[in-house]
């Protein structure tokens, strides 16, 4: 479907001139529905003990 890719101004603006008589929240809403969902990358953490970091960075 190429018009998951339009933001929902383009998108309006084009079914408008197909005829579409509807409203802007309308248009969105359904682009918010069938659009894929956008996930973010899992991001692993871990924390280090600083203490001896600083002795080879320099830091006091």
């Not at 603006?13 to 529905?33: P, S």
Request: with cysteine; proline share 3%.
């Amino acid at each position: 479907m190429a018009f998951l890719d339009l933001s929902g101004r383009r998108l309006l603006r084009e079914i408008r001139e197909m005829g579409y008589e509807g409203g802007y929240t309308a248009v969105t809403d359904l682009l918010r529905d069938i659009r894929p969902s956008k996930r973010t990358a899992f991001e692993r953490r871990f924390a280090l003990n600083a203490a001896p970091l600083q002795n080879i960075v320099g830091y006091c």
